[in-house]
């Protein structure tokens, strides 16, 4: 029987980062370390990955509605899917719980789930589930198809090709901020009703945010194929980042050209702090839009895709990742780590 090896000393898994933390745990097993798994040996590969949401981690009931929580936990399971060029078709939920949660809050749990599924076209096709001592464990299993010649996986950007993301970043992590300004106030007063109006955008991204399969529906209308992609769930520059060392490349973005809402700029702006809304779309997370680099040759079939903006290049081998300000000074990109700690 092969022994266990134990090792001396202590690492954080903050020092890591959640990539790096992953890459270490499934050193040597058959895990590709892209958004999903791939499967099967025919041309029509089978896409499958898996996302867990855990109360007071990533959720916090005290803002999030059951349902919206459904809706969610089936939402952000899909992207992975979509995230490789890829169509989702089924999933499988795991749910554990404490007595805390009462059959009438499950339905409507369940019923965002089942929202969700209908909006694209998913089969709930399974599950598990199970009691805790403490409060909610959400896991949701995503399996999808794609051509093998059409996927796309974080490592396949090439020098020169453009990158382009979908949608507007920045806008989940302000959703985050004013609800978590509002519970604050809340807390110290109880009577307090929270001031959500003007906010409808950057809350529902947060609290609903929604897969780009219609981006994975354009591109293949137009014939292309992303040399590289992956979903923008821990923050812009998170996910450049991912791109670049999988494909042993560096980049160039412009701040100019993130494509930021006017309502995220409006709550980074009433912070006490001040925050710059390229700080939320570069750190924050939670947007779930697509980013990918395309070849020069598709530039024509994607410069009128609406939703798709081109924020930068790809540079050569060796060269930093980093963010060019229009004050043209250029910025290093660095990526927020893995803290294990809620949102």
């Known amino acids: 029987m092969e022994q266990l090896q134990y090792q001396e000393g202590r690492t954080e898994i903050s020092q890591l980062g959640k990539v790096a933390l992953i890459s270490r745990l499934t050193d040597g097993t058959?895990?590709?370390?892209?958004?999903?798994?791939?499967?099967?040996?025919?041309?029509?590969?089978?896409?499958?990955?898996?996302?867990?949401l855990v109360e007071?981690?990533?959720?916090?009931?005290?803002?999030?509605?059951?349902?919206?929580?459904?809706?969610?936990?089936?939402?952000?399971?899909?992207?992975?899917i979509a995230a490789m060029n890829g169509t989702p078709r089924q999933v499988l939920v795991s749910l554990a719980v404490s007595n805390r949660y009462s059959v009438e809050a499950l339905d409507e749990l369940y019923a965002g789930m089942h929202l969700c599924c209908r909006r694209y076209d998913v089969e709930l096709v399974g599950g598990d589930t199970s009691s805790t001592r403490a409060g909610m464990v959400l896991s949701v299993t995503a399996i999808g198809e794609a051509d093998e010649e059409k996927i796309a996986c974080r490592k396949g950007a090439q020098h020169n090709d453009l990158i382009c993301c979908s949608g507007d970043l920045g806008s989940a992590y302000a959703g985050l901020l004013v609800l978590e300004?509002?519970?604050?106030?809340?807390?110290?007063?109880?009577?307090?009703?929270?001031?959500?109006?003007?906010?409808?955008?950057?809350?529902?991204?947060?609290?609903?945010?929604?897969?780009r399969t219609d981006i994975v529906a354009m591109l293949a209308?137009?014939?292309?194929?992303?040399?590289?992609?992956?979903?923008?769930?821990?923050?812009?520059?998170?996910?450049?980042?991912?791109?670049?060392?999988?494909?042993?490349?560096?980049?160039?973005?412009?701040?100019?050209?993130?494509?930021?809402?006017?309502q995220t700029s409006r709550v980074c702006s009433e912070m006490s702090n001040n925050m710059l809304p390229v700080s939320c779309a570069l750190n924050g997370g939670k947007d779930y839009e697509l980013l990918f680099t395309v070849s020069q040759q598709d530039y024509e079939k994607i410069k009128e895709m609406e939703g798709v903006h081109i924020i930068g290049y790809v540079t050569e081998s060796g060269?930093?990742?980093?963010?060019?300000?229009?004050?043209?000074t250029t910025i290093e990109l660095r990526a927020q780590g893995f803290q294990g700690t809620e949102e």
């Open 30 to 52: 058959a895990c590709q370390g892209d958004d999903c798994a791939v499967l099967g040996d025919g041309k029509k590969k089978t896409l499958v990955s898996v996302q867990t």
């Open 319 to 328: 060269m930093p990742a980093v963010m060019v300000t229009p004050q043209n």
């Open 181 to 211: 300004r509002e519970k604050v106030t809340y807390q110290a007063n109880p009577d307090f009703q929270p001031d959500l109006d003007g906010f409808d955008y950057v809350l529902e991204r947060f609290l609903k945010p929604e897969p």
């Open 56 to 80: 007071g981690v990533d959720f916090d009931m005290m803002y999030t509605p059951l349902r919206h929580l459904g809706y969610k936990a089936i939402a952000i399971a899909i992207s992975n």
């Open 221 to 262: 209308e137009r014939g292309v194929v992303p040399t590289a992609m992956t979903d923008v769930s821990e923050g812009l520059a998170d996910s450049l980042l991912h791109l670049c060392r999988a494909s042993g490349v560096g980049c160039e973005v412009y701040e100019e050209r993130l494509p930021i809402d006017y």
